[in-house]
């Protein structure tokens, strides 16, 4: 089976999160597994959020991908978004690129290292939950000490050229406004509106982005901004160093007020930041506490920005194994978003991810992955394998 076809029977196999049931899908891995003489176990948690990992972890090399993906609604879709349609050279559907062509590709260079008669170096890890916390996928197998630390590639969507070493941090907040209700008709002469509030607060958090940060390291601002080059020819625009040096905010949900004539007596925001090097993420929730000093303000979720040195035999390797696939240079680059590299690399994980896909593409309609991108991962994932059963 190619890594292609393999690709399209992950996409047909449901596995949007919410809800974040991935039996089904670890089901269909599992059996790929078993049949190259991969030993695995099925880890399970409620609501069928299943992992996989490998029953007796070598400690050497480790390959993870996640198996969930992002909802979809089939309305404007060229195809159907689970059809996985292998069409025009490409893999249509919902996590062609983000990422099941990644766990494809990473299961098909398993089977030909195998099939050549090596030793398999690498240790498995297909997770659930990557699109929400991650507490029931890579947060639960490594609280439960299924994976040793080593040497990890997680095959997140990338540049072809450009493996990614590092990312901006994070800041989800919670944030619950009070106001003093009253007859909707006087005010703003009285009362105090919740909702009015909240926008205040909004417009407090646009002038955070307004800041830029220094990370206080001359390599990583070279990183930085040969990596916002790369972002600007991804999406071909302008002001991409902006999107790793500021502060970066996201309303992403916003519900207040109890009816039209009611001055609003409470109203709830969910705030995503992304926090850039050189940004202290206590000194800036507390300036945001200090701002909104009546409102109720609450974590979600919050990481550092992390990354792996570029000069790790990792990256070393892996840009070498690029580079004999491609037969140009490669270079790394940090990420603007986060991934569950945040959580490998605060437990050590020396954590590098590279990967088939259109970042384009990702979460949008019409999401593919070029037949070719899967093919090359296979061969660059390949390569690194080899490296490192040479070592053994």
């Known amino acids: 089976m190619t890594p292609a076809h393999l690709c399209a029977d992950l996409v047909r196999i449901r596995s949007e999160n919410p809800p974040g049931d991935t039996r089904d899908v670890i089901g269909y891995i599992r059996d790929f597994t078993d049949s190259c003489g991969i030993k695995t176990r099925v880890i399970r948690s409620k609501g069928g959020k299943y992992n996989l990992v490998s029953a007796k972890p070598k400690g050497r090399l480790l390959f993870c991908g996640h198996v969930d993906v992002?909802?979809?609604?089939?309305?404007?879709?060229?195809?159907?978004?689970?059809?996985?349609?292998?069409?025009?050279?490409?893999?249509?559907?919902?996590?062609?690129?983000?990422?099941?062509?990644?766990c494809a590709s990473i299961l098909s260079a398993c089977r030909e290292v195998i099939d050549e008669g090596h030793e398999l170096p690498a240790d498995l890890a297909f997770v659930c939950d990557e699109e929400t916390s991650g507490t029931n996928g890579i947060r639960k197998l490594i609280?439960?000490?299924?994976?040793?630390?080593?040497?990890?590639?997680?095959?997140?969507?990338?540049?072809?050229?450009?493996?990614?070493?590092g990312q901006k941090g994070l800041m989800r907040l919670c944030c619950i406004f009070h106001g003093t209700p009253g007859h909707g008709s006087l005010y703003p002469v009285k009362g105090v509106s919740a909702v009015m509030e909240a926008f205040s607060f909004i417009e407090f958090i646009k002038t955070l982005h307004t800041r830029e940060y220094d990370?206080?390291?001359?390599?990583?601002?070279?990183?930085?901004?040969?990596?916002?080059?790369?972002?600007g020819e991804i999406f071909s625009m302008e002001g991409t160093k902006d999107i790793l040096t500021h502060v970066m905010f996201n309303p992403g949900t916003i519900e207040g007020g109890e009816k039209a004539n009611i001055v609003a007596q409470q109203c709830s925001l969910e705030l995503d930041?992304?926090?850039?090097?050189?940004?202290?993420?206590?000194?800036?929730?507390?300036?945001?506490?200090?701002?909104a000093p009546g409102a109720d303000i609450s974590v979600i979720n919050m990481s550092e920005p992390s990354i792996t040195s570029p000069d790790s035999l990792l990256v070393t390797r892996l840009l070498e194994e690029i580079k004999n696939v491609h037969h140009q240079p490669a270079r790394p680059m940090v990420q603007w978003a986060a991934s569950d590299a945040r959580y490998l690399r605060r437990e050590g994980f020396p954590v590098v991810e590279y990967g088939p896909g259109e970042i384009q593409a990702l979460h949008a309609v019409d999401e593919h992955v070029t037949v070719e991108s899967l093919e090359n991962a296979v061969r660059v994932y390949k390569g690194l394998m080899l490296r490192y059963s040479d070592e053994a």
């Open 70 to 102: 992002v909802p979809a609604l089939s309305r404007s879709w060229r195809h159907d978004p689970f059809s996985g349609t292998i069409e025009d050279g490409k893999v249509w559907g919902r996590g062609s690129t983000d990422m099941k062509g990644g």
């Open 143 to 165: 609280a439960g000490n299924m994976l040793i630390p080593c040497d990890t590639l997680i095959a997140e969507p990338t540049p072809p050229l450009s493996p990614n070493v």
């Open 215 to 231: 990370p206080g390291d001359p390599g990583l601002s070279r990183l930085i901004s040969e990596s916002s080059e790369i972002l």
């Open 273 to 291: 930041l992304r926090i850039p090097w050189g940004c202290s993420i206590p000194v800036l929730l507390e300036e945001i506490r200090t701002h």
